[in-house]
């Protein structure tokens, strides 16, 4: 079992920056991956980057090189900071924590909104 809680959504103008953090508790050592996800009004929910336990990053062609993925193993905690960000990056962000290979933990979700 693990929780997720994100944090750091909000209102942005277009270029402007935020960073969104996922604390995760729980069965923490049971995590293979974790990773953000987003979801705009009428859309499907879509990857938007990953970290694994071993291996690289990965992200979404729409955000390489503006996005960035991290974790601070001593807090528990995934972050997105974001940049260069647009109006079509508004969408509700979730934290992804996966459990094995197919089983998927989900935060509540953050509302990002950037305005042109």
């Known amino acids: 079992q693990v929780q997720l809680v994100e944090s750091g959504g909000g209102l942005v103008q277009a270029g402007g920056s935020l960073r969104l953090s996922c604390a995760a508790s729980?069965?923490?050592?049971?995590?293979?991956?974790m990773g953000w996800y987003r979801q705009a009004p009428g859309k499907q929910r879509d990857l938007v980057a990953m970290?694994?336990?071993?291996?690289?990053?990965n992200y979404a062609d729409s955000v390489k090189g503006r996005f960035a993925i991290s974790r601070d193993n001593a807090k528990n905690t995934v972050y997105l900071q974001m940049s260069s960000l647009r109006p079509e990056d508004t969408a509700v962000y979730y934290c992804?924590?996966?459990?094995?290979?197919?089983?998927?933990?989900w935060g509540q979700g953050t509302q990002v909104t950037v305005s042109s």
């Open positions: 992804n924590a996966v459990i094995g290979s197919n089983v998927n933990y």
């Open positions: 729980g069965s923490i050592f049971s995590i293979n991956a």
């Open positions: 970290i694994p336990r071993f291996g690289r990053t």
